[in-house]
T-cell receptor
C-alpha cells in the first residue's frame, strides 16, 4: 500500500513569489493535515481538510491557503513568500479514530 | 484546547542505557496520545499510540509508554538505547479520534557509544 506522497521534495523560491505544494493521501483516507516545521519551532499546525472542506486552521496569515480535491489529494499554496517561510512542510493523512500517517515532506527554501 | 509539553529539548544517553522521554499533556476531554519519531530530513513515523485501551502501550523498536491520567503524562521509555535510536521524538495529543493533532516541540535523543 502506498503511503502519503508529497511533491516536490525540494523547492527553491524567491521572496515574493508563490509556492504550491502537493500531497496525495493514503488510499481511503479522507482527511489531510498540513504542518510547518521551521528550524527551532517544532511542528506548527497549518490546515486540516476533510471531505473537500477546510475543518480547521492554525495561526497563520491568509497568504497560507489550500484546498482538497475530490480524490482527497491536497494542495498548499503560500503567496508572497517571505524568508521565514523556509521550512519543511509536512502533510499527513488520516481516517477517523486512527493515527496520522506522514509524508516525507517538502523542503521549501526562500531566498 | 489541548497542549503538549515535552521536557528537555535534548536528552543524551549512552548505548545500552535506559531511555526516558517525558511528555505531559492537557486536554479538556479524554485524549488520544501518540509518539512519533523523525529521522533527519524525513517525515514522522508512528512509534505507538494510546486510544483509551490499555494504559501501558508497546510500540515498535522496543519502545513503550504509560498513560497516567492522574499525572497527565505519557512518558516514552526504552530499556536499552541503541545507536539507531538517535532521532527527534514528538509527543502528540488529540481530544478525540477525529480532530487536529497537537504536537510538542520535540526532544532530540542523542546516543553515545
Amino acid at each position: 500500500e502506498a503511503g502519503v506522497t508529497q511533491s516536490p521534495t525540494h523547492l527553491i523560491k524567491t521572496r515574493g513569489q508563490q509556492a504550491t505544494l502537493r500531497c496525495s493521501p493514503i488510499s481511503g483516507h479522507t482527511s489531510v493535515y498540513w504542518y510547518q516545521q521551521a528550524l527551532g519551532l517544532g511542528l506548527q499546525f497549518l490546515l486540516w481538510y476533510d471531505e473537500g472542506e477546510e475543518r480547521n486552521r492554525g495561526n497563520f496569515p491568509p497568504r497560507f491557503s489550500g484546498r482538497q480535491f475530490p480524490n482527497y489529494s491536497s494542495e498548499l499554496n503560500v503567496n508572497a513568500l517571505e524568508l521565514e517561510d523556509s521550512a519543511l512542510y509536512l502533510c499527513a493523512s488520516r481516517q477517523m479514530n486512527t493515527e496520522a500517517f506522514f509524508g516525507q515532506g517538502t523542503r521549501l527554501t526562500v531566498v | 484546547a489541548q497542549s503538549v509539553t515535552q521536557l528537555g529539548s535534548h536528552v543524551s544517553v549512552s548505548e545500552g542505557a535506559l531511555v526516558l522521554l517525558r511528555c505531559n499533556y492537557s486536554s479538556s476531554v479524554p485524549p488520544y496520545l501518540f509518539w512519533y519519531v523523525q529521522y533527519p530530513n524525513q517525515g514522522l513515523q508512528l512509534l505507538l499510540k494510546y486510544t483509551s485501551a490499555a494504559t501501558l502501550v508497546k510500540g515498535i523498536n522496543g519502545f513503550e509508554a504509560e498513560f497516567k491520567k492522574s499525572e497527565t503524562s505519557f512518558h516514552l521509555t526504552k530499556p536499552s538505547a541503541h545507536m539507531s535510536d538517535a532521532a527527534e521524538y514528538f509527543c502528540a495529543v488529540t481530544p478525540s479520534g477525529y480532530s487536529t493533532l497537537t504536537f510538542g516541540k520535540g526532544t532530540m535523543l542523542l546516543v553515545s557509544p
